[in-house]
């Protein structure tokens, strides 16, 4: 076992044989392209980058041994610019491990900490070892402990490709791979990874998302956390994942196959399943920063191959904090942007991936001192770059550093927003505060106000009322403020600012008129998630009211604060059938999910009747005062070569008490139908559509308190 | 890992004991230019302990070889923790797994020569 084999016959190119020595292994001068370790005929081509070192020795292992079987330095004359690249003979792919030893100068002041004592992992590498299963307790003295691995690239996709779901017609489920099947009630075959996804697809299909966005897939490292529970005294985990240790690699502790080094075939496999099945994947992208930290964190990768090229620096050499993790990823430097760039167009092509969720985005932003720039080169790459031509890129409009861009996030035609404001301003009405009714009819209507007025229209807005920060849909209605003391930090950690109602008592209660008032409000959210223009977002779990017993910061809890209990589908059927049903309606109706602005003037469809008008309690009059809680709107079918749609007619009861609403006339041959009564027990909370059952009066609704009605008319 | 191969009724049935891993698959797929040309082909697995990507692969790559030639391969006796990597790695979609060999040659034999 020295990781190698005699080299087989096959077709040659004659620039594949051994021009080199080093000890007895055999070498030549590699490609500079691509970056990272490539499967070459014959060998392993490694190339590098690094402007400020001096010198650059490859270091190979045999999988998980602690001594290299070979160190060798890449000769002067395979440098070409700032690029190393080699190309290593008689290499076994699947026995080596690699890293790279970087000497230079060490002078934080001058923003260099080379240290050649270090190994340093590739950040081209396509898979990692080292955290092979989760949670399995590292061996603390390795040196080397996030390992390049080598990777076939040969994925046979068969006839599958990438859905290209035209982004209004989107239902996005914001879920974490671990956390959809940890629990012990999934019933799956392997709990907590990428397989046991795919066990679950009928359960997504059911429910009708179309898209999951899972939470970050990169490599991470759990065991970066250093704080205790104060509960169990265990170690807390960097659960979510949100600190990358590489870019190009999925996550091999989330994989069933991880131990034989297989994460990249199970991750795509899951990939082409869930496309199979209708449902795209956008993938969580932490690029605002990385695992290593500040000056204090560990040297991993990056800091030891160019520190100052890939991180924002302050002139003394510590690290801007933009991102509230330690430092900043230099993300307008030209190198660190051409990575970003490699690294979204390798997922896009090789791993078929719908689309991107770019957390703290703002950061992508800024320029190298952290200022924020008017046109970012990175987003604008991006933007317009080819491979990337068809996906979804969703910013996180704001960062750690108090840039907040929900709104005026450059965009370049292409980027849409988490709408921080739709969540607020919805979820203050939801809970009955006053003075939101305005901003609550922007919201509604694809915020217009935030993207009305560059041409942005309604779907560069993602609405969500609840996603993986935060309280979950049930905890949003049981709990007035956070409780995080399980985090280990005595409460300081996660947002304030949480909107939140516990309906009379603070958490769990078996008090029922309580109970069946959160469920009231969960019913209420569900409908005015999915009446909104723009695109819908939910997180797992909030279709059958999974609470997290109010901790509204769980990223670092591997429990059942954060999985998925399989066991609430049945405990809460009602709901789910509920959200399944209006996910449904949302789909029935082209109405509700257009592609443009709603004008409020125009007779687009020759109806008689203007895309969208406002009413209250009195038709035709809308309450937009300082006391108003309710709000009411129509919307026309809209023109277009399809079947014709529906009248719509939305009524939002947010006062304790039941009001009748006066309905607008419909034309001469049509009547209004209920489509959906959220304040009435199941099954007559939501009908099926076509079979909605005629509305006795005509002339008014009664609308519960807490509570929606929405009417189709034709 | 040793690998054995014999003719019988028509069809070849190579038994593969040991691991199948980034060495030996190397060994098993030279040697199968040396299989008799039968289009049928039954592949005893039932004494493999350990099967790697790369060993995976060549599974693959024989597969794609045989039904190139228009034949058929049906694989015996695969162990169940292999079969699960083989699922969740999106590998199993491809063979026709049967527990024996009896099991295999009543597919096989009923294709026709």
Redesign the interface.
Known sequence: MNGR?TA?PGDRRIDTYPTHRHGDWRLRPGRVFPFGATLVPGGVNFSIFSRHATTCTLVLFERGEQTPIAEIPFPVSFRIGHVWSMIVFDI????IEYGYRMDGPNDPRAHHRFDPGRILLDPYAKAVGGRDRWGETPNWTDDFPHRGRLV?E???WEDERPLQIPIADLLIYEMHVRSFTAHPSAGV??PG???GI?EKISYLVDLGINCVELMPVFEFDEFENSRISPKTGEALYNYWGYGTVNFFSPKAGF???GS???QV??L??VI?ELHRAGIEVILDVVFNHTAEGNENGPTLSFRGLDNQTYYMLRPDGSYFNFSGCGNTLNCNNPIVRGLVLDCLRYWAADYHVDGFRFDLASILGRDPWGSPMANPPLLESLAFDPILGKCKLIAEAWDAGGLYQVGSFPDFGRWAEWNGKYRDDIRRFLKGDGGVAGAVAQRLSGSPDLYGWNRRGPTASINFITCHDGFTLRDLFSYDSKHNEDNGEDNRDGSNENHSWNCGIEGETTDDGINALRLRLIRYAWVVLLVSQGVPMVLMGDEVGRSKRGNNNTYCQDNDLNWMDWTLVEREADLLRFASMMIALRKAHPALRQAHHLTGRHDTACSGYSDISWHGTRVWNADWSPDSRTIAFMLAPPPGHGPRDDFIYVALNSHWAALPFELPALPADQAWHIAVNSGMKSPEDIHVTGAEPRLQDQGQVLVGGRSAVVLVGR | MQVQTVTNAGITIVSIAGEINGRTALQLEGGMAFWPHTGRVLLDLSEVSYLSSAGLRTLLLIHRRVMGENGRLVLVGVAPMIADTMKVTGFLRYFVLVATRDDAQAILGAIGA
């Open positions: 084999v087989c076994e792919p699947e026995s076939f040969d994925f046979d075959r392997f990874t990428y397989a795919v994989a069933a196959s034989l080094g297989m075939d199970e795509k496999t082409k």
